[in-house]
């Protein structure tokens, strides 16, 4: 079944960019030789990010000038981008400019990626609408060694112990990356494991 993904690189401590809205420390990490984003990336049908973000990425590819990095990162899979603004829009990109609420947006989204996943790419600010819809059904962290000590967060919500359920790691390079299910995802889990251990007969 189709997931709506959080898929975001981290500090240790929980942050996805410096106090400047910064990333220069995570593109200093030894990624290794595979390619986990490029993997997940064949997954997803549609994708959104938050204006911050979308700001950044456009500065930082130099996407209107050069609009052909976007179409190398991410060829002709739709975007949402959530801005209360008129923001650059990259020439010939698959961008929609959207603002409000975002669950009217998902159900926009679910259709247009016909049965892939659903890729938030954050920032914090705007994936934290989604889990507080209970649209988010997963989060992969790739965690850099790295600790900023302030920062922007990876989200700004509690998720707790009943909230989260691990399901994966995996290490590339010096990348530690974990898999988390989240909300109803997790709770059914927990719910069918725990019924699998009272089902488990016991041997006299
Ligand atoms: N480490 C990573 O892999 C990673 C991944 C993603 C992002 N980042 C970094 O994280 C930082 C940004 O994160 P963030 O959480 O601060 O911001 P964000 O979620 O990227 O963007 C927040 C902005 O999006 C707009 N917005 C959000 N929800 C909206 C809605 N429902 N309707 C209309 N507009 C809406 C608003 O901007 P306006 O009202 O001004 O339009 C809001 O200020 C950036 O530095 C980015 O580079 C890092």
Known sequence: MAKTQYYTATSIDGYIADENNSLEWLFEVDEGTENP?????EGVGAFA???????????????????????????D???????HRDLPLVPDA????????????????????QGRNVWLAGGGNLVGQFVAEGLLDEII??????ILGSGVPILRHR????DLVLTNMR??????YLTYAVGDVARLGRHLAS????RIPVLH
Do not use: K
């Open 195 to 198: 019924e699998a251990v009272t």
């Open 94 to 113: 698959n961008i929609f400019m959207i603002s409000g609420d975002v669950r009217r947006v998902h159900e926009a989204m679910t259709v247009a990626a």
């Open 37 to 41: 984003f490029g993997e997940f990336f």
């Open 141 to 146: 962290l790739g965690i850099v060694p790295a």
């Open 49 to 75: 990010m938050g204006a911050t973000t979308y700001e950044w990425i456009l500065e930082h590819d130099n996407l209107v000038e050069e609009p052909e990095n976007w179409h190398d990162m991410y060829g």
């Open 159 to 162: 998720l707790l112990v009943n």
């Open 171 to 176: 290490e590339v390079g010096q990348f530690a």
């Open 77 to 83: 899979v739709p975007c949402w981008v959530f801005t």
